[in-house]
């Protein structure tokens, strides 16, 4: 996650998005419809779980990897409870404090990759890493 902290001035908007990728699978798209009262209960906790809505209906996500836990809790002391504390606000916020786009936050994720050096990352390899895996450990259970 140095390449987050190189590019978002905290690196935590950029790492939460990159982990929420990583380890739930989440498109650009999906990310940056959440909502800070998706992720956190009302004494800035991180739930157990996370409502994803799409085009095919509601999906609930276990929020329980380690990384992204942390992440999240460090977002919110960082982000969320010093700068937006009244109601609801994007988890992802622009710098502007307003919502980022699905296309901003692709273009800023694929810049995380190529700042880290993986010339052919993008704002879908999280989901592509996380399927090989599952993949992966699918095959080795059999």
Same mark, same amino acid.
């Given at each position: 996650?140095?390449?987050?902290?190189?590019?978002?001035?905290?690196?935590?908007?950029?790492?939460?998005?990159?982990?929420?990728?990583?380890?739930?699978?989440?498109?650009?798209?999906?990310?940056?419809?959440?909502?800070?009262?998706?992720?956190?209960?009302?004494?800035? *906790?991180?739930?157990?779980?996370?409502?994803?809505?799409?085009?095919?209906?509601?999906?609930?996500?276990?929020?329980?990897?380690?990384?992204?836990?942390?992440?999240?809790?460090?977002?919110?002391?960082?982000?969320?409870?010093?700068?937006?504390?009244?109601?609801?606000?994007?988890?992802?916020?622009?710098?502007?404090?307003?919502?980022?786009?699905?296309?901003?936050?692709?273009?800023?994720?694929?810049?995380?990759?190529?700042?880290?050096?993986? *010339?052919?990352?993008?704002?879908?390899?999280?989901?592509?890493?996380?399927?090989?895996?599952?993949?992966?450990?699918?095959?080795?259970?059999?």
């Amino acid at each position: 996650m140095l390449a987050a902290r190189q590019i978002d001035r905290s690196g935590t908007r950029l790492s939460v998005a990159l982990l929420l990728s990583h380890e739930i699978g989440l498109r650009a798209s999906d990310i940056s419809r959440i909502c800070s009262h998706d992720v956190y209960d009302p004494e800035g *906790k991180v739930r157990e779980t996370l409502s994803v809505s799409s085009g095919r209906g509601e999906r609930a996500l276990p929020l329980n990897s380690i990384p992204l836990r942390s992440a999240l809790a460090d977002h919110y002391e960082l982000s969320i409870n010093n700068h937006f504390p009244d109601g609801p606000q994007p988890l992802i916020a622009s710098q502007r404090g307003g919502p980022m786009t699905a296309a901003s936050l692709a273009r800023w994720m694929t810049s995380a990759y190529r700042a880290a050096g993986l *010339k052919s990352g993008s704002s879908r390899s999280g989901r592509r890493t996380l399927r090989a895996n599952l993949e992966r450990f699918a095959l080795t259970r059999h």
